[in-house]
């Protein structure tokens, strides 16, 4: 995985990528408003013309920008279903507080050779211990950590094509815009999950 140090890293590294029809992974880590705006801004004014794409939200339908994007198909997390074979040249899933991991198997598979997925989260230690209805559903308990989290981010650092952009490192860029001409960095080391669970905690996910 990388890790950004501006989102202009990453646009010759696209253009590349699309050329080769392989499909990376960008990974928005930081508020909902904040990354909206890094996609509209920054991201999807290098896309084709008329690409049709798909918007995973809690929000589905009455998403803003439902019916005011072209092409553009807004469902919620539970609803994977619908967009079985599609193809699309781009995915957004806006996985702050709803993450379900068939929706996400499934919507990976309708993005066509060249496009992009574009997750939307808090960073790594919030977003590990946020609870979804799918984690709290699986695992009977009331308890917001979640294991499947923890292991999976663990594994990005063996995902070559996979790029991550904070919304801490975009105030630090401002702040010092020397660092901007510094390359983005390939991070094999493991990510920050903050606090693991309690060993009360840890029983109840083993049983």
């Known amino acids: 995985m990388y890790v950004l140090k501006s989102l202009h890293e990453f646009y010759p590294v696209w253009r590349s990528l699309r050329e080769c029809q392989h499909r990376p992974c960008m990974?928005?880590?930081?508020?909902?408003?904040?990354?909206?705006?890094?996609?509209?801004t920054q991201l999807a004014p290098t896309l084709p013309d008329n690409i049709h794409g798909i918007l995973v939200s809690p929000l589905g339908k009455q998403h803003p920008?439902?019916?005011?994007?072209?092409?553009?198909?807004?469902?919620?997390?539970?609803?994977?279903?619908q967009i079985l074979g599609c193809q699309v040249g781009y995915v957004i899933y806006e996985a702050q507080k709803d993450f379900n991991v068939n929706t996400l198997c499934a919507v990976t598979g309708t993005i066509v050779g060249?496009?992009?997925?574009?997750?939307?989260?808090?960073p790594a230690a919030q977003w590990i211990s946020t609870a979804d209805r799918q984690?709290?559903?699986f695992n009977g308990h009331?308890?917001?950590?979640?294991?499947?989290?923890?292991?999976w981010l663990q594994q990005w650092k063996q995902y070559k094509h996979l790029y991550i952009f904070h919304q801490t490192t975009a105030i630090a860029a401002i702040r010092h815009p020397l660092r901007n001409a510094m390359?983005?960095?390939?991070?094999h080391t493991t990510l920050d999950l903050g606090n693991q669970p309690t060993a009360e905690q840890a029983e109840i996910i083993k049983s």
Not at 29 to 37: P, Q, V, Y
Not at 183 to 187: E, I, N
């Open 27 to 40: 990974v928005l880590m930081g508020d909902l408003d904040w990354a909206r705006k890094q996609w509209q």
């Open 135 to 137: 984690w709290q559903d």
């Open 114 to 122: 060249g496009g992009i997925l574009v997750l939307v989260l808090t």
């Open 142 to 151: 009331k308890i917001a950590y979640s294991r499947f989290k923890s292991w």
């Open 65 to 81: 920008w439902a019916g005011s994007v072209t092409n553009l198909q807004c469902i919620q997390a539970q609803q994977g279903k």
């Open 183 to 187: 390359p983005m960095v390939y991070d």
